[in-house]
C-alpha cells in the first residue's frame, strides 16, 4: 500500500502538476489517459505490449497464493481436528480422567467411537467454514480468527451433544470426552493459527493475500482514513493510486504522494490490463449515473466494486448492508450486543453478578449506611433519574456522598475535586467506588448491566447531546456501575468527548473477556474519583 508521508513531509514536498505522461516508480502506477497526445499514445501502447502479462500476474497473484493459504489452512485444521479428537478419546478412557463423573466403561476403545468422530469432525469443519474462517479478513486478523475458533468450539460442544443423543449413537456418548474434546479443540487450533498469523502478519507474505485496488475520486475523510489503512495490518487490500473522479472533480484536491494513475475517461482500460481486483469510490460528490457505470465496469472485467461512505461516522463496526423488498439498504444495524446470544451472555452475567454482588456487599453497605447516617441523619440512599438503554429512564440507586442539601438550589452538575457538599466519609467511598453497591440491585432488575456507560441525567443529556457529538449514540446499550471510559480516569469533572470516544469503543468492541477485564481494573483503577 502507498504509504501517505508525514505532515512534515507532505510540507515539504512541492506540489507537482499533473502530467499523463509521468511513469510512477512503481510498476503497479502505470498511468493511462484516453486524451493522450501520439508520444503519450505510443509509449501507452508499449506500456501494454511489454507489462500487460506481468500486470495480469501480478493482480492474479494474491488470489492464487490466497487460495493456496486456505487450502493449506483447511488441510492443516482438519488434521488438527482428527488428532483433537482422538486426543480426547485417548485422556477419557485411558488415563486417570476415566474415573472422573460417571466412571468410563471399561474396554472402551477409539473404534467403537468411530461414529462419533466422523460426525464430530465433519460437525467442526462446517462450523468453521461457517464462521468463516477462512476469508481473506479472518486470516489476515488474530482477533477475528481466536474469535471464530472459540465461538466455534462452543457451538460444535452443544450440536455434537445434542445430536448424539438424539441419533442414539451405541455407546452412548461421554459428557466428559465432549468438554475435552472442547477444550483440546480450542487449545490445540488456537495455537496452531497463532503461528499460522505470526508467518502471515509479516509483509512479505500479508502483501500477497492482499487485494490490489485503486481509488476512483477523493475526499477530506477518505486522507484520514489513509492514515489508519497504512498501519493496519489486517487491511484486505493495497491502494495502489487514484483515478481522477469525473470531470475531474472531486470533494478534495488528490495529494501529491499519492499516485495518479489516469483520468476517469482511462478507468475501462485500467480494469481490461487487471491492474487491480478491487475499485473504491471514495468521493460521494459523484453522479448517481457514474457511479452505476464505475459498477457496471466492474462487473463486466470482474472486479470488485466498494464505496466508502462518510455519512456514517460511529459505531463503523455494525455498518450493515441488507436488502429490503430487493432494495439495498446500508445502516448500523450489527454491534456485538445486537446479537441474541451475546444479549443473552451478558445478561446472564449480569444476573449472576448483581446476585453475587448484592449478598457480598450487603454487609459493607451496611456499615457505611450507619456512618452516613451518623454523620448526616435521613436517608442513607439516594434514588437518581438516570437515562438508560434507548432512552428509558429509571432510578439509580446510590449511598448518599453528600450533604441533603446538596441540591437545594435546584442545580443540576457533576461533582468536582474536593466538593464542599460531599460528607467527610463521601470522599472515601467515592474513591472505592462504595456509594456504586446498591446499583447492583438496578443490575438484577435489568435497568443497568455490570459494565457500560454510564448512566447520566436527563436534564442534562438534553444538553450535551447538541453540544457533545454522538454523545447519545452511547444509549445503544444498557449503563454500567463502571465502564471502560472509568477505568481509563474519565470520571465526574473530565472531557466529555473523550468519556464518549471511549464509550463507543467500548460499544463497537463488546466481549464478555472485555467485561470482566473491566471489573478487574475497577477494583483498582481509581484515577478521576472525587
Not at 181 to 193: D, E, K, Q, T
Request: hydrophobic share 45%; charged share 20%.
Amino acid at each position: 500500500m502507498v504509504a501517505p508521508p508525514s505532515p512534515q513531509e507532505r510540507r515539504a514536498r512541492p506540489t507537482e502538476a499533473y502530467d499523463p505522461c509521468r511513469i510512477p516508480t512503481s510498476p503497479f502506477h502505470r498511468p493511462l489517459n484516453s486524451n493522450m497526445s501520439p508520444a503519450c499514445e505510443k509509449l501507452k501502447f508499449l506500456q501494454k505490449q511489454s507489462n500487460r502479462s506481468s500486470w495480469h500476474c501480478s493482480a492474479t497473484g494474491s488470489r492464487a497464493a490466497f487460495n493456496r493459504l486456505v487450502l493449506g489452512a483447511l488441510l492443516v485444521d482438519w488434521l488438527l481436528i482428527v488428532a483433537a479428537l482422538f486426543g480426547a478419546h485417548w485422556l477419557r478412557f485411558e488415563t486417570s480422567l476415566s474415573h472422573i463423573g460417571v466412571p468410563a466403561e471399561a474396554g472402551v476403545v477409539s473404534t467403537d467411537y468411530l461414529g462419533h468422530l466422523v460426525l464430530g469432525v465433519g460437525l467442526m469443519m462446517a462450523i468453521l467454514i461457517g464462521q468463516q474462517i477462512y476469508s481473506r479478513e479472518c486470516l489476515l486478523s488474530f482477533l477475528n480468527t481466536i474469535r471464530a475458533i472459540w465461538k466455534g468450539v462452543l457451538i460444535w460442544l452443544l450440536v455434537y451433544l445434542s445430536l448424539t443423543l438424539i441419533l442414539k449413537f451405541e455407546p452412548a456418548i461421554s459428557r466428559v470426552y465432549c468438554a475435552l474434546s472442547a477444550f483440546v479443540l480450542v487449545s490445540a487450533l488456537s495455537i496452531w493459527r497463532a503461528i499460522l498469523w505470526r508467518v502471515i502478519r509479516s509483509e512479505k507474505y500479508s502483501r500477497a493475500l492482499r487485494l490490489r485496488a485503486i481509488i476512483v475520486g477523493w475526499s477530506g475523510d477518505f486522507e484520514d482514513a489513509i492514515d489508519r489503512l497504512a498501519v493496519a495490518t489486517d487491511r484486505p487490500f493495497d491502494i495502489i493510486g487514484v483515478v481522477r473522479a469525473p470531470l475531474g472533480e472531486s470533494q478534495a484536491a488528490v495529494p501529491d504522494w499519492m499516485p495518479m494513475l489516469g483520468s476517469y475517461e482511462s478507468l475501462d482500460s485500467l480494469l481490461q490490463m487487471r491492474v487491480c481486483q478491487v475499485v473504491l469510490v471514495a468521493d460521494n460528490s459523484i453522479s448517481s449515473a457514474s457511479i452505476l457505470h464505475i459498477a457496471s465496469v466492474c462487473e463486466k472485467e470482474m472486479i470488485e466494486f466498494k464505496l466508502v461512505p462518510t455519512y456514517f461516522r460511529v459505531l463503523l463496526s455494525g455498518l450493515h448492508l441488507e436488502s429490503v423488498a430487493g432494495v439495498p439498504i446500508l445502516g448500523i444495524s450489527r454491534l456485538p450486543l445486537h446479537s441474541t446470544f451475546d444479549q443473552f451472555l451478558k445478561r446472564s452475567v449480569d444476573l449472576v453478578g448483581g446476585l453475587v454482588g448484592l449478598i457480598l456487599s450487603a454487609p459493607v453497605i451496611g456499615v457505611f449506611s450507619w456512618l452516613i447516617h451518623r454523620e448526616s441523619p435521613g436517608s442513607v440512599f439516594y434514588r437518581q433519574r438516570r437515562l438508560g438503554a434507548n432512552g428509558k429512564q429509571f432510578d439509580m440507586i446510590k449511598l448518599r456522598s453528600m450533604r441533603l442539601d446538596a441540591e437545594a438550589a435546584g442545580v443540576v452538575g457533576w461533582t468536582v475535586k474536593d466538593d464542599p457538599r460531599r460528607l467527610r466519609i463521601g470522599g472515601f467511598m467515592r474513591k472505592w467506588n462504595i456509594d456504586e453497591l446498591p446499583q447492583f440491585w438496578n443490575v438484577v432488575k435489568g435497568d443497568m448491566s455490570l459494565v457500560g456507560p454510564r448512566p447520566e441525567r436527563p436534564e442534562l443529556i438534553e444538553q450535551f447531546k447538541e453540544s457533545i457529538p454522538h454523545y447519545n449514540a452511547r444509549h445503544n446499550i444498557k449503563p454500567g456501575i463502571t465502564g471502560w471510559a472509568q477505568v481509563n480516569g474519565l470520571r465526574g469533572d473530565t472531557d466529555l468527548s473523550e468519556r464518549v470516544r471511549f464509550d463507543l469503543h467500548y460499544i463497537e468492541n463488546w466481549n464478555v473477556l472485555l467485561d470482566f477485564q473491566i471489573m478487574f481494573l475497577t477494583m483498582f483503577k481509581r484515577e478521576g474519583a472525587c
